[in-house]
């Protein structure tokens, strides 16, 4: 089991840049693939990216793909997403989950640990 915590949210205007940081506690992070999903009011919490515990695969939703990009630093047990070209569309709290399948997995039900959660908000 992992703890997470996330930051880097906030208020940006479309066509912004943001980056959220996922920072994990815990011996075996190196071991976990990683995701990060979003949840946008009235709606179904969605996979938005993932990675595999080497960070040799990724995978992208197709509404983020060429704008986001999702990166781990497993020495300082962080995951990252660096979110360019933002949309009002890609308003919604984040989240960071951990799942120890190692792969880089987009199915909720794979991941067992889950931050808090980071308010991103795009104005038009």
């Known amino acids: 089991q992992v703890q997470l915590v996330e930051s880097g949210g906030g208020l940006v205007q479309a066509g912004g840049s943001l980056r959220l940081s996922c920072a994990a506690s815990?011996?075996?992070?190196?071991?976990?693939?990683m995701g990060w999903f979003r949840q946008a009011p009235g709606k179904e919490r969605e996979a938005v990216a993932a990675?595999?515990?080497?960070?040799?695969?990724?995978y992208y939703a197709d509404s983020v793909k060429a704008r986001f990009t999702i990166s781990r630093d497993n020495a300082k047990k962080r995951v990252y997403l660096q979110m360019n070209s933002l949309k009002p569309e890609d308003t919604a709290v984040y989240y960071c989950a951990a799942s120890p399948l190692r792969i880089a997995t987009t199915d909720l039900s794979d991941f067992g640990s889950w931050g808090q959660g980071t308010q991103v908000t795009v104005s038009s």
């Open positions: 990675i595999s515990w080497s960070g040799g695969n990724t």
């Open positions: 815990g011996r075996t992070f190196s071991s976990y693939a």
